[in-house]
């Protein structure tokens, strides 16, 4: 197994209270006003093209979905940095909860989980706190591993039951601590993670208290790794602090702090294939029981850098969000009618994106091949007001290395997006596959990369193609816009055809692996999506019996090292 070339450190004090700064909430409105310009001059365009009317109505759509997510992220956030050290210097309670952290891992190579390991034992707290390693592969060298940092270890008797919920289910029935904390196998924390985020434990009617998911961007990453690092910016920024304005912030699973006792009124965490953190937050709030969104830095993961495992995790996300369409299901969970406007965004979002990525060469190419003569470069003028915002505005107000290369993230999640809205209406899913576990090929990654080589590169070859004919028939100066356009389109494609091509070379030279065993924790490939529209809490646990804890390691701990 591969090891990643550059393992994340936690946030820096200076990256600590980044997001707290300006909150520029009209950043949202620019990139909704941006988009209205191409629209208005392609729908003008369409009116008199009758072959490019179905585009005229996917660009009002689009235009319709942005509107939606620039509301969303329009409410100015309830927390302030002064605010928050205010909160952390009044936070003293008589006696410090007991806390026990949570590492769940499936495959993930050891160079990630030492990193993290590393950073989880210089956690800081003033009562007990125990660490409990919850390994669904059951890898001896993980347990020595952990041991190694004083941590306890579990590799549970039902392997994959319920995936990771299920893992961290057992995780509950080995802990007796009063708060849980979660971190995915990448994520390091700052030491002083929890005094950070335990303050707004405080309100009893708090259940999770979240903190951002931060990347690093840096230049020397791969093209994928950065992107879609910086892509994340605009949710945790931007999305997150107004929708927790509104009471309706988002659970991400991993940074987070859960308080036990609300676990425990739905069962523990809900147990689903995929997005177990969103329906848990979900299923909470139904009871009245909120998550708040802390908009400060204090751990720092790693963005997929290979093309499977960053599809696996925009499937993930993907099919988790398309199953909040289902009629009524959003307002069956209490959501009010402004809190449901981001999840209706999302949702847009993803069905947008799927019919963004068949649709948007296709005006390009239908005027190319049978109307090159009223192509002008009049036309180029009306795109350059969004490739302006991507490549100027928005690299300046983004903390992240964020660039108009951060649309090929954008440009390579919707195609699974597109398997996930396949395999949502044929009632199956995509195996999971874990950030940082080793590639394993899977019927997720064989479709994306047949759609991204048969389609975009495809229509991208096909635009030169008719670009270089139009102009050797009607001259260079009527087509140099549309050459314009076509090469930013191909700055943007050809590094995601080129990936592609790349994982189906490597796939082709590649020996075939064993199938995982039940101890790898995988799904088994093509499983069935298991109760695909309802929120349904974990397996009913006693919590009657309070173990000892061993003051240094916590509950979990304990009672982990005396098995």
């Given at each position: 197994?591969?090891?990643?070339?550059?393992?994340?450190?936690?946030?820096?004090?200076?990256?600590?209270?980044?997001?707290?700064?300006?909150?520029?909430?009209?950043?949202?409105?620019?990139?909704?006003?941006?988009?209205?310009?191409?629209?208005?001059?392609?729908?003008?365009?369409?009116?008199t093209n009758p072959l490019l009317w179905?585009?005229?109505?996917?660009?009002?759509?689009?235009?319709?979905?942005?509107?939606?997510?620039?509301?969303?992220?329009?409410?100015?956030?309830?927390?302030?940095?002064?605010?928050?050290?205010?909160?952390?210097?009044?936070?003293?309670?008589?006696?410090?909860?007991?806390?026990?952290?949570?590492?769940?891992?499936?495959?993930?190579?050891?160079?990630?989980?030492?990193?993290?390991?590393?950073?989880?034992?210089?956690?800081?707290?003033?009562?007990?706190?125990?660490?409990?390693?919850?390994?669904?592969?059951?890898?001896?060298?993980?347990?020595?591993?952990?041991?190694?940092?004083?941590?306890?270890?579990?590799?549970?008797?039902?392997?994959?039951?319920?995936?990771?919920?299920?893992?961290?289910?057992?995780?509950?029935?080995?802990?007796?601590?009063?708060y849980v904390t979660v971190f995915d196998?990448?994520?390091?924390?700052?030491?002083?993670?929890?005094?950070?985020?335990?303050?707004?434990?405080?309100?009893?009617?708090?259940?999770?208290?979240?903190?951002?998911?931060?990347?690093?961007?840096?230049?020397?990453?791969?093209?994928?790794?950065?992107?879609?690092?910086?892509?994340?910016?605009?949710?945790?920024?931007?999305?997150?602090?107004?929708?927790?304005?509104?009471?309706?912030?988002?659970?991400?699973?991993?940074?987070?702090?859960?308080?036990?006792?609300?676990?425990?009124?739905?069962?523990?965490?809900?147990?689903?294939?995929?997005?177990?953190?969103?329906?848990?937050?979900?299923?909470?709030?139904?009871?009245?029981?909120?998550?708040?969104?802390?908009?400060?830095?204090?751990?720092?993961?790693?963005?997929?850098?290979?093309?499977?495992?960053?599809?696996?995790?925009?499937?993930?996300?993907?099919?988790?969000?398309l199953e909040l369409a289902r009629p009524?299901?959003?307002?069956?969970?209490?959501?009010?009618?402004?809190?449901?406007?981001?999840?209706?965004?999302?949702?847009?979002?993803?069905?947008?994106?799927?019919?963004?990525?068949?649709?948007?060469?296709?005006?390009?190419?239908?005027?190319?091949?049978?109307?090159?003569?009223?192509?002008?470069?009049?036309?180029?003028?009306?795109?350059?007001?969004?490739?302006?915002?991507?490549?100027?505005?928005?690299?300046?107000?983004?903390?992240?290395?964020?660039?108009?290369?951060?649309?090929?993230?954008?440009?390579?999640?919707?195609?699974?997006?597109?398997?996930?809205?396949?395999?949502?209406?044929?009632?199956?899913?995509?195996?999971?596959?874990?950030?940082?576990?080793?590639?394993?090929?899977?019927?997720?990654?064989?479709?994306?990369?047949?759609?991204?080589?048969?389609?975009?590169?495809?229509?991208?070859?096909?635009?030169?193609?008719?670009?270089?004919?139009?102009?050797?028939?009607?001259?260079?100066?009527?087509?140099?816009?549309?050459?314009?356009?076509?090469?930013?389109?191909?700055?943007?494609?050809?590094?995601?055809?080129?990936?592609?091509?790349?994982?189906?070379?490597?796939?082709?030279?590649?020996?075939?692996?064993?199938?995982?065993?039940?101890?790898?924790?995988?799904?088994?490939?093509?499983?069935?999506?298991?109760?695909?529209?309802?929120?349904?809490?974990?397996?009913?646990?006693?919590?009657?019996?309070?173990?000892?804890?061993?003051?240094?390691?916590?509950?979990?701990?304990?009672?982990?090292?005396?098995?």
């Amino acid at each position: 197994m591969a090891a990643y070339d550059e393992l994340p450190s936690p946030p820096t004090d200076a990256e600590l209270y980044g997001y707290f700064g300006p909150q520029r909430r009209w950043v949202m409105a620019v990139m909704f006003a941006s988009c209205l310009f191409p629209a208005g001059a392609t729908v003008a365009l369409a009116i008199t093209n009758p072959l490019l009317w179905p585009f005229g109505v996917v660009l009002i759509l689009n235009t319709v979905m942005v509107g939606l997510s620039a509301v969303d992220g329009l409410r100015e956030r309830r927390f302030t940095a002064a605010g928050h050290r205010l909160l952390r210097s009044a936070y003293k309670p008589e006696t410090p909860p007991t806390v026990d952290v949570f590492l769940p891992t499936c495959g993930e190579t050891l160079d990630v989980l030492a990193n993290t390991y590393r950073h989880v034992a210089a956690l800081e707290w003033d009562g007990p706190l125990g660490v409990l390693v919850l390994d669904e592969t059951g890898r001896e060298e993980v347990r020595e591993l952990a041991e190694r940092h004083g941590f306890a270890y579990s590799h549970r008797a039902d392997p994959g039951a319920g995936k990771k919920a299920g893992n961290l289910n057992h995780g509950l029935s080995l802990s007796a601590a009063e708060y849980v904390t979660v971190f995915d196998a990448d994520f390091c924390p700052r030491p002083d993670f929890l005094r950070h985020l335990m303050p707004y434990t405080a309100d009893a009617s708090v259940a999770i208290v979240q903190s951002p998911q931060v990347f690093d961007t840096a230049r020397s990453m791969n093209w994928l790794q950065r992107t879609g690092a910086a892509a994340q910016e605009q949710f945790y920024r931007w999305l997150q602090p107004a929708r927790d304005a509104d009471d309706v912030a988002v659970c991400c699973g991993s940074n987070a702090v859960y308080r036990r006792a609300a676990l425990d009124r739905i069962g523990g965490f809900v147990v689903r294939d995929h997005s177990e953190d969103l329906y848990t937050g979900l299923a909470l709030y139904r009871l009245g029981l909120r998550t708040v969104y802390v908009p400060v830095a204090v751990a720092k993961g790693l963005s997929p850098d290979t093309l499977e495992a960053f599809l696996n995790q925009q499937y993930r996300w993907c099919l988790g969000n398309l199953e909040l369409a289902r009629p009524r299901a959003l307002p069956s969970m209490g959501l009010p009618a402004r809190g449901q406007i981001g999840f209706w965004a999302g949702i847009g979002g993803y069905l947008m994106g799927v019919v963004n990525i068949v649709a948007v060469p296709l005006p390009m190419l239908i005027v190319l091949a049978w109307q090159p003569d009223r192509i002008s470069p009049v036309h180029l003028l009306p795109f350059l007001v969004p490739i302006w915002t991507w490549a100027v505005l928005l690299p300046l107000l983004h903390r992240s290395r964020t660039r108009l290369e951060t649309l090929r993230a954008s440009m390579l999640a919707s195609f699974a997006h597109l398997v996930a809205l396949r395999d949502l209406l044929r009632g199956r899913a995509a195996e999971w596959v874990p950030t940082g576990a080793r590639r394993r090929a899977n019927p997720l990654v064989r479709t994306a990369v047949a759609w991204i080589i048969g389609w975009t590169g495809t229509t991208l070859a096909a635009m030169w193609a008719l670009l270089a004919y139009d102009v050797a028939v009607h001259g260079w100066e009527r087509l140099w816009g549309a050459a314009v356009l076509i090469g930013v389109h191909t700055y943007l494609a050809a590094p995601v055809v080129a990936a592609a091509w790349g994982s189906l070379r490597r796939r082709g030279r590649a020996r075939p692996e064993p199938a995982p065993n039940e101890g790898e924790g995988h799904a088994p490939q093509d499983q069935p999506v298991t109760e695909p529209f309802a929120v349904v809490g974990g397996p009913g646990m006693d919590r009657s019996a309070r173990r000892d804890r061993d003051p240094r390691l916590g509950s979990a701990a304990a009672l982990a090292l005396r098995r």
